[in-house]
């Protein structure tokens, strides 16, 4: 393909979206040497993962818990002051990534980028001019956004989405969150931590009904004893400010809920409008993401795509990763091992919840059985220490207690901890490895150990090993 004729610039990877998906892609492509692009509609580098998701978050979230040690009332205190910190941190996180770029020598492009076709780009900028942008690779990272049903009027000043609540100026006395997933959780834990009376309602009967229930309950029992509530199968109908002070929701089965905002937290959609896909020949899913193949490639050759707007698990995490191993696919370069099984995911509520590989139930249904150590942060010296008794790390092990093949944990340090257990995964190691090893002590990591001696307790001595026999009776 020759791009050497014709008008506009010329470049070899172009990735349209300044996210971490799109920022890595760029920087793989960087390092391998290739002339590179990045397209950015917003003013500010580094997508939803920055200005309005994870960062953010995760500053109100870290508020939320030295309030709870603290027990003070933060009703009247501005939303921006609990942010306090945040300014600076995304700032300095915005300036550390346009110099990341700049020292790459990538070029950093202002506009809305659209398809003329799969190799060329037209991009507006803000004062309505266009320029065209050809490159043989195209690497689309343009995430996603909050989905608002047109049934419940997103307003972003009584009824808000995960992109505007933290706008609000202050903290609402009550919110009621519709929504069961990640999102929604996090920010119903959070609002309940800082002293708003939460209501959270869902179709489903639990919240993040795709964890093990065992982990769920952890966080519906930490919500209710800050005075929140959770109401199952409830399906939201209309939102109706009344004018004065308070929204109504009504439910599918006439029930009313009244609050002070709501906060739909009703997934994502992919940031694929205007973009004019089908000019480039790429096909979306029947979810509306952009469709790829396992090297992230879209329905057009030399046309990549990475993050939110290819769907789940939409995480940064994975979104970073799955940037790098399309920009090194697309230029040929050795691509790792797909660690899908190995996935950690974190999910930030209070108390934070982590996994990776195989829950109980996957691990029954694969291998027709299993074996689950536990170990209660109650048990562990550390926990007692830090005041965070309340929490538990199942191992989970194959039927015969020998191969780990997966960890669930819930409790404060979760995210954290989870990473022991997947470099476990990774490495293949058995349950004695973690019986074998010495942790330091105090520490939370020594829920690792305890789990391990629970699966060697019920496997039966008669296949322990001498070591790890010896070990157990002198623990248990
Ligand atoms: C409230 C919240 C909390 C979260 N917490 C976590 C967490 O704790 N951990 C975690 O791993 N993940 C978390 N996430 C998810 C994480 O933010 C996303 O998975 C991640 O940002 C996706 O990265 P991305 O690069 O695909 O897209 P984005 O970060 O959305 O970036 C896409 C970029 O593309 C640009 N763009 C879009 N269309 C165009 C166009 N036509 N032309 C030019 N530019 C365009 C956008 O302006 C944007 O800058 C959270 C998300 C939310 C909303």
Redesign the pocket.
């Known amino acids: 393909m020759s791009f050497t004729q014709g008008p506009g610039a010329i470049y070899d990877v172009v990735v349209?979206?300044?996210?971490?998906?799109?920022?890595k892609a760029a920087i793989q492509a960087a390092k391998a040497g290739r002339k590179v692009a990045v397209?950015?509609?917003?003013r500010r580098?580094?997508?939803?993962?920055?200005h309005?998701?994870?960062i953010p978050?995760?500053s109100l979230r870290e508020h939320a818990l030295r309030q709870r040690v603290r027990r003070v009332d933060l009703m009247d205190e501005p939303i921006q002051s609990l942010l306090d910190g945040v300014g600076m941190t995304v700032a300095a996180h915005d300036a550390y990534m346009i110099a990341q770029l700049e020292r790459n020598h990538i070029a950093l492009l202002r506009?809305?980028?659209?398809f003329n076709g799969p190799h060329e780009l037209s991009?507006r900028r803000i004062d309505g001019s266009q320029i065209s942008i050809r490159a043989p690779i195209v690497i689309i990272?343009?995430?996603?956004r909050?989905r608002s049903p047109a049934h419940l009027a997103v307003d972003h000043e009584h009824v808000l989405d995960?992109?505007s609540i933290l706008s609000l100026a202050y903290l609402p006395r009550t919110l009621l969150v519709l929504g069961g997933g990640?999102?929604a959780s996090?920010?119903a834990a959070m609002f309940a931590a800082l002293g708003c009376k939460v209501t959270q309602a869902d179709q489903l009967d639990q919240p993040l009904a795709f964890l093990d229930p065992e982990l769920t309950s952890f966080y519906l029992e930490e919500l209710r004893r800050n005075g929140g509530e959770y109401i199952p199968r409830a399906e939201a109908v209309s939102t109706r400010w009344d004018g004065i002070s308070q929204v109504c929701t009504e439910f599918k089965d006439g029930r009313r809920i009244l609050a002070d905002k709501v906060l739909v937290g009703l997934g994502?959609l992919a940031?694929v409008d205007?973009?004019k896909l089908e000019a480039a020949g790429v096909a979306l899913t029947s979810r509306g993401h952009v469709q790829v193949d396992e090297n992230l490639q879209t329905t057009a050759a030399g046309v990549y795509a990475?993050?939110?707007?290819i769907g789940p698990p939409?995480?940064?995490?994975?979104?970073m990763e799955q940037?790098r191993r399309a920009a090194c696919h697309a230029l040929g370069l050795l691509v790792p091992s797909d660690p899908v099984s190995r996935l950690p995911s974190?999910v930030?509520t209070i108390p934070e919840i982590a996994t990776v590989g195989l829950d109980e139930h996957g691990a029954r249904r694969h291998f027709g059985g299993a074996i689950v150590g536990r170990a209660k942060f109650e048990e562990i010296a550390r926990g007692q220490i830090n005041g965070c008794q309340r929490g538990l790390l199942k191992l989970i092990a194959d039927p015969g207690g020998r191969r780990v093949v997966g960890v669930q944990i819930v409790g404060d340090g979760a995210t954290e901890l989870v990473h022991i257990g997947q470099l476990g995964l990774t490495a293949e190691l058995d349950v004695d490895a973690y019986v074998d090893n010495v942790f330091n002590f105090p520490t939370m990591a020594e829920a690792y150990r305890i789990a391990a001696f629970d699966i060697v307790k019920q496997r039966g001595r008669s296949t322990t090993s001498d070591m790890v026999a010896d070990a157990v009776s002198a623990v248990l």
Do not use: F, W
């Not at 349209?16 to 920022?23: D, K």
């Not at 990272?141 to 996603?144: F, K, L």
């Not at 990475?306 to 707007?309: F, I, L, M, S």
């Open positions: 349209i979206g300044s996210g971490p998906a799109g920022q397209i950015e509609r917003d580098v580094g997508g939803s993962c920055v309005t998701g994870t978050s995760k506009g809305r980028a659209s991009m990272a343009t995430g996603s909050p995960s992109d990640v999102i996090e920010y994502r940031n205007g973009l990475a993050g939110d707007v939409a995480l940064a995490s994975v979104s940037g974190g930030y």
